[in-house]
Nanobody
Framework: QVQLVESGGGLVQPGGSLQLSCVASGFTLDDYHIGWFRQAPGKEREAVSCISSSDGSKYYHYSVQGRFTISRDNAKNTVTLQMDSLKPDDTAIYYC?????????????????????WGQGTQVTVSS
């Protein structure tokens, strides 16, 4: 059974940190570009970060640049999103997704294009 499972969300004060994990089962994660997306109430789903399966290149949304770090551990079939200096605007449901596109050098950032598998999401709330 193909599955992505996120964990690590929760409630944190502004300036705090969380580490989200995305664990894959039923397929080999290192064949896929992996994206982290988020969706806040009333807003569209947006790409937060992604990491390429081809060359390991990474993308970050401008609003999280320098605060979030994406990494992958293919041996553990896991992708991690380290989130530091969190802000109330980071509050959202965070999803990881896998995109099988070996012909692409870099990962895609449009959640409506190419991402074959999605996790169920994990809530991140940044509030004092």
């Amino acid at each position: 059974q193909v599955q992505l499972v996120e964990s690590g969300g929760g409630l944190v004060q502004p300036g705090g940190s969380l580490q989200l994990s995305c664990v894959a089962s039923g397929f080999t994660l290192d064949d896929y570009h992996i994206g982290w997306f988020r969706q806040a109430p009333g807003k569209e789903r947006e790409a937060v970060s992604c990491i390429s399966s081809s060359d390991g290149s990474k993308y970050y949304h401008y609003s999280v640049q320098g605060r979030f770090t994406i990494s992958r551990d293919n041996a553990k079939n896991t992708v991690t999103l380290q989130m530091d200096s969190l802000k109330p605007d980071d509050t959202a449901i965070y999803y990881c997704a896998a995109d099988f596109a070996p012909y692409l050098q870099t990962c895609r950032t449009n959640p409506s294009v190419g991402y074959n598998y999605w996790g169920q999401g994990t809530q991140v709330t940044v509030s004092s």
